[in-house]
């Protein structure tokens, strides 16, 4: 058994409906390795499903985390004063 089948075997026996969240921040740069977070979240909802429960899957961009870098195209005069 494939350990995320193992996950949602878990929490179906707390209850038979979850919304499985996933997301990243956008304040830095969007990569690659985000991907794993929306695959994870996606499969988890399939075991879910598969298992007799109910799962819908959200997954969001956290735009509150704060600006730590002027991400590239943008320069850096004019924004500035947002980091942080």
Same mark, same amino acid.
Do not use: C
């Given at each position: 058994? /494939?350990?995320?089948?193992?996950?949602?075997?878990? !929490?179906?026996?707390?209850?038979? =409906?979850? #919304?499985?969240?996933? @997301?990243?921040?956008?304040?830095?740069?969007? /990569?690659?390795?985000?991907?794993?977070?929306?695959? !994870?979240?996606?499969?988890?909802? =399939?075991? #879910?499903?598969?298992? @007799?429960?109910?799962?819908?899957?959200?997954?969001?961009?956290?735009?509150?985390?704060?600006?730590?870098?002027?991400?590239?195209?943008? =320069?850096?005069?004019?924004?500035?004063?947002?980091?942080?």
């Amino acid at each position: 058994m /494939h350990w995320i089948d193992q996950k949602a075997r878990k !929490i179906l026996k707390r209850k038979e =409906k979850h #919304v499985v969240a996933s @997301g990243i921040s956008i304040s830095g740069h969007i /990569h690659i390795g985000h991907s794993n977070d929306v695959f !994870i979240a996606d499969a988890v909802s =399939k075991a #879910v499903d598969e298992q @007799g429960g109910e799962a819908k899957v959200i997954w969001y961009s956290d735009d509150f985390d704060p600006l730590r870098r002027i991400p590239w195209p943008l =320069k850096e005069e004019g924004y500035k004063e947002h980091l942080g």
